[in-house]
């Protein structure tokens, strides 16, 4: 599949071009492209602030990323979900997170509504509102690897918002992502999302709770049971500083959350 050639995706010079950074590896892959001079300025540069992101990331973008940016001119900015979100923890009535339920014999998910309102929404708000943007190109940094998903985003005749892939135009999977980042000489960057998502991985869950954002998650996923006792941040269904993120369980029982619909807060 030859992405530059599909009608939906292709580079398009009419549109405003929107480097929209989910400031984990692939993101920061497309950061590296743009300081080498491999890719074009975009004509903006985001990055969403969910106001729940790891801490890691902020910590990534600060002191690697976003420098690497303004040496070639170019300011990314760090949008808050609270300035343009129509809602935070529930909508309609439900709660909008992915997270699990045992209000029935067998545990269940609840669908996700986080990933557009928190961040595709946002961008666009605030792209339309703070910036004039009348049509635009957005940049997503999905790899080979999640060909599946942007394959779904493409809309032969977009409207407003079109979209574009710098990394599938290159043929690059999440692996060459992260040679390009040592290459240029950067750390590894983390994955990205926010620090109480229900579809992070067992192994992220260890690191959450031995680290900084261990109390936030705890207190949060407190007040969600609040709302609905049946909802829990894993599939353990119980709270979250009882449950069992060891190396030994994950290899009895498999890893712990699933993968996000749109994928974008992870990229």
Not at 86 to 94: A, M, S
Not at 183 to 210: D, K, L, V, Y
Not at 211 to 223: N, S
């Amino acid at each position: 599949m030859i992405w530059n050639n599909i009608p939906g995706a292709t580079y398009d010079p009419k549109r405003t071009q929107i480097f929209s950074s989910g400031g984990g590896v692939q993101s920061a892959a497309i950061t590296a492209l743009i300081v080498l001079g491999e890719l074009p300025r975009p004509d903006l540069a985001v990055i969403v602030d969910t106001e729940r992101e790891k801490s890691t990331t902020w910590k990534y973008l600060e002191s690697v990323t976003a420098p690497a940016l303004a040496r070639v001119g170019i300011e990314i900015h760090r949008v808050k979900k609270s300035d343009y979100a129509t809602f935070d923890l529930v909508t309609c009535g439900k709660i909008a997170i992915p997270a699990f339920t045992s209000a029935s014999e067998q545990v269940g998910k609840l669908p996700t509504y986080c990933s557009g309102e928190w961040k595709t929404r946002v961008m666009q708000r605030w792209a339309t509102r703070s910036q004039g943007v009348k049509k635009a190109q957005t940049w997503i940094g999905f790899s080979v690897d999640e060909i599946g998903r942007a394959a779904r985003m493409i809309k032969p005749k977009p409207g407003k918002w079109g979209v574009r892939f710098p990394l599938l135009e290159r043929n690059m999977d999440r692996n060459d992502c992260l040679a390009l980042v040592k290459q240029i000489g950067w750390p590894a960057p983390p994955r990205s999302s926010c620090w109480m998502c229900p579809n992070m991985h067992m192994r992220e869950w260890r690191e959450i709770m031995n680290g900084p954002d261990r109390d936030k998650v705890v207190d949060f996923e407190r007040k969600i049971r609040l709302k609905d006792p049946d909802i829990w941040l894993t599939d353990q269904c119980k709270p979250v500083e009882t449950a069992d993120f060891s190396i030994i369980n994950e290899s009895m029982w498999g890893d712990s959350g699933a993968e996000c619909d749109s994928g974008q807060c992870f990229i």
